[in-house]
Structures are given as structure tokens and as C-alpha cells.
């Protein structure tokens, strides 16, 4: 791993400062290995305010990320520092990465978006994920959630609020936040029985919006010989190329929503063609077929279970319902 970068560095004698060093005077955005008055170490980076993050930061165990205010010349500072002393190994490997990934990009908006793309792969590897190929159904759910951002949201909203409101990659309770309005996407295979899983019991619990729908849209996995069906790689792509298009600043949210749900746009995803079937939408409501947080227990959480979709017919509804609700009209 080479020497600790922090070993030459002594604490502040200032509360509410850092002693800092550049990591490197060659590199083309300003990092820096620093420590806190508390001794703790830190990796910042330098940056003007225009080139400030407008996405969620991530939120990792014993690694806290801030982002200061502007000062007076118009700059910022991220900072990712580490809370856990004993993990120092791990975060100076943290910290590398930020580095290696913020440098391969051109501009200096692009290697804030870099580095907090590449926290959130880290955040996915440490809750659980395994730094590979997402699974099957992972891809699955994964797809079943962009085309409701492509679908749904990009042709009625602003790129950037469409993108902001995908909120199931942050660890929120529903995966589409607009306003008042919610969306939960989810996906079947459509031979299987008409069901969905649900895996919390806030999934389908409409307290604190005014409107939930669920989308749920048919995939099945396609035979390799038959050269029919998409990827996951190819409906990432083709979102992120349409927002370069048109708000080259929305594609830095896109890609740490994607790093938030494991996806690495590096990663080959050719081996699993996906074939699109039928798709409903439900509006969430009164007698739905569901469990919701005011009938579990205190103290139980994590609730998963089943819904028939036989059962959800009657609350069946369109596009249009959708439009009426997100419009007020």
C-alpha cells in the first residue's frame, strides 16, 4: 500500500481547522491528505463552486463526507474523513480510488461527480454487495427501475429533478419521490405466478404522500443465441447518453444513483439479454393488497412478503392517472 500519507502531518492547533498537504502537485485537481484538530484523518478535495455536487453525498460506515460552504474566493471543499481509527488501512485504499478515478476524467465538475461515484460503489461493497456483476434479478430490478426514470419521469419533468427523484439507490423508502407522488418499480418474470415481491413494510405504506402507484413491468431472460432483448448496460447507456443531450449536469446524479445500486459502467453485462413484456401500473390506496408500518409490531422491521397481482387488479389504473397526480390537475 506504501507509507501512510498522513504520518508527516500534525494536528491543528485551531479548533475547527485541518493541517493539510497536496497529494500530488502534478495531478490536475487539488486533493489533499489532511488531519483534524482530533488527530483524524481526511482526503479533501479543492474546488470552485461551480463544480459543487448537487446529488445526495454518500453516507458510509465510520467514513463521514461533508462539503463546506463556499468561502470567499468561490471555492469548496469535499471531504471524506475517517471516524474509526482502526480502519486506516482501508481508507487510505478508499482514498487511492477517489484519487485514481477523479483523475481519468477532463474537467473538474466531472472529478468531484468521479469521486463521489466511486464512494458509492464502496458504499454498495460495504453494506453487502460484492464488488462484482450485479445478479440476475439485481440487473432485473435494476432495469425495471430506469424505465420509469426514461419512461415516466425525463418525458414530464426537467432532467435533473427526474433523475433527483430516483431515490431507491439512496436507501429510501420508496424509489421515486416526486414531491407528494410515489413510484415503487418493480419486475416478474412473466411466465411465473402474477406476483411481486415487497421487501419493507414502508414499500407500499402511502403515509406522507398524496398519491403511490406501483409499476410493474414483465422481464424475461432472453436465449444468448437469439441476439434479441437489452442489457442492463444498454438502458444505462441510453439515459445517460439522452441527459448529455440535453443537461450534461443531471448525468453526475445519474452516476452516482447507478454506483449507489452496484452498477460500474466498466462491467460486462453482455451475458444477460432481457426481454420486455407487459406493464401495469397501480395506484396504492385504501384496501390495496399490502403491509404497511402502522400494522407491524413495535420493534419488527424488514418486513418482506408476497402480493398477488390477481388481487391488485382493481386498483389498476394508466399513464394518465399518473400525469393527473404529478400535474395537480
Not at 409490531?297 to 404529478?326: I, K, Q
Request: hydrophobic share 40%.
Amino acid at each position: 500500500m506504501g507509507r501512510d500519507p498522513w504520518e508527516e502531518i500534525d494536528p491543528p492547533s485551531i479548533a475547527d481547522s485541518v493541517a493539510a498537504r497536496r497529494v500530488d502537485a502534478s495531478l490536475p485537481w487539488n486533493f489533499y491528505w489532511a488531519r483534524g484538530v482530533d488527530g483524524g484523518v481526511l482526503l479533501t478535495l479543492r474546488h470552485a463552486t461551480d463544480s459543487a455536487p448537487t446529488a445526495q453525498l454518500p453516507k458510509l460506515r465510520d467514513i463521514e463526507v461533508t462539503l463546506s460552504p463556499p468561502d470567499d474566493s468561490g471555492t469548496q471543499f469535499l471531504a471524506f474523513k475517517l471516524l474509526d481509527s482502526n480502519q486506516r488501512d482501508i481508507f487510505q485504499t478508499l482514498c487511492q480510488d477517489i484519487i485514481s478515478a477523479a483523475t481519468q476524467v477532463e474537467s473538474e465538475a466531472a472529478a468531484v461527480s468521479a469521486a463521489l461515484s466511486r464512494t458509492w460503489r464502496w458504499h454498495h461493497l460495504l453494506r453487502g454487495g460484492r464488488g462484482t456483476l450485479l445478479s440476475p434479478e439485481e440487473q432485473k430490478g435494476l432495469i425495471g427501475e430506469l424505465f420509469v426514470l426514461e419512461r415516466l419521469l425525463l418525458p414530464r419533468m426537467d432532467a435533473a429533478s427526474a433523475v433527483t427523484a430516483w431515490r431507491g439507490p439512496l436507501g429510501a423508502p420508496k424509489d421515486f419521490e416526486i414531491a407528494r407522488v410515489a413510484i415503487e418499480a418493480k419486475t416478474r418474470r412473466g411466465g411465473a405466478t402474477p406476483s411481486v415481491s415487497i421487501t419493507s413494510e414502508s414499500q407500499l405504506d402511502e403515509s406522507g404522500v398524496d398519491s403511490l402507484f406501483l409499476h410493474v413491468v414483465e422481464l424475461d431472460e432472453a436465449p444468448m443465441e437469439g441476439n434479441q432483448g437489452v442489457t442492463l448496460h444498454d438502458v444505462a447507456e441510453r439515459i445517460r447518453g439522452h441527459l448529455h443531450s440535453v443537461d450534461l449536469g443531471s448525468t453526475g446524479i445519474l452516476e452516482t444513483r447507478l454506483s449507489a445500486a452496484g452498477y460500474r459502467m466498466e462491467d460486462d453485462y453482455s451475458g444477460h439479454l432481457w426481454l420486455e413484456g407487459a406493464t401495469r401500473i397501480y395506484r396504492v390506496s385504501g384496501e390495496f393488497p399490502r403491509i404497511t408500518s402502522g400494522e407491524v409490531r413495535s420493534g419488527v422491521s424488514n418486513v418482506r412478503y408476497s402480493v398477488s397481482l390477481s388481487d391488485c387488479e382493481p386498483f389498476s389504473t394508466s399513464v394518465n392517472a399518473l400525469d393527473e397526480a404529478l400535474t395537480g390537475r
